[in-house]
C-alpha cells in the first residue's frame, strides 16, 4: 500500500504471489474452511499489483512476479497488460507463456487488463480473459 514511498528504497519490486494474495484476501490457503476464497484472480489482487507496478515505473523503476500466478497462461495476459516487466517461473511454463504472449497486440492487452480491474469478481475476470482469448 506504500509502494510509492518504498520503491525510493530499492532498485526494483518482486511480488511474490502467494503471500500478496493470502494478505489481500486475508484468507489462509492451507485453511480447507476457507481455501476457496483464496482466488489469484480476484480484482482486489489484480489492483494491487497494478499499484505496485505503477508506482515503480513512475519511479524509472521495474516489477517482476514470482509465484504460480506469473506462469498462468490466462493470468500472463492480464499480468502483461498491467505492464509487468519480468515473469518468473518455473521452466516448465516459460515455452507456453511465451507462446500466449507472442504476437499480442500491448495495447490490446492493457485495455483487457483494464476491465479486469474494473471487474466485480475473478469469475468476470476469467470470463473476460476467456472472450479475449476465443
Known sequence: MIADQLIEQLDFFSIGTNDLMQ??????RGNENIAHLYDSFSPSVLRA?????D??????KWTGMCGEFAGDPQSALI???LGLDEFSMSASSVLKIKQVLI???SSKLAELASKCLAAQDADQVRQLVADFSA
Open 79 to 81: 499480468l502483461a497488460g
Open 103 to 105: 504476437g499480442q497486440d
Open 23 to 28: 494478505h489481500i484476501l486475508a484468507v489462509d
Open 55 to 60: 508506482a515503480s515505473h513512475a519511479a524509472g
Open 49 to 53: 499489483i497494478k499499484q505496485v507496478i
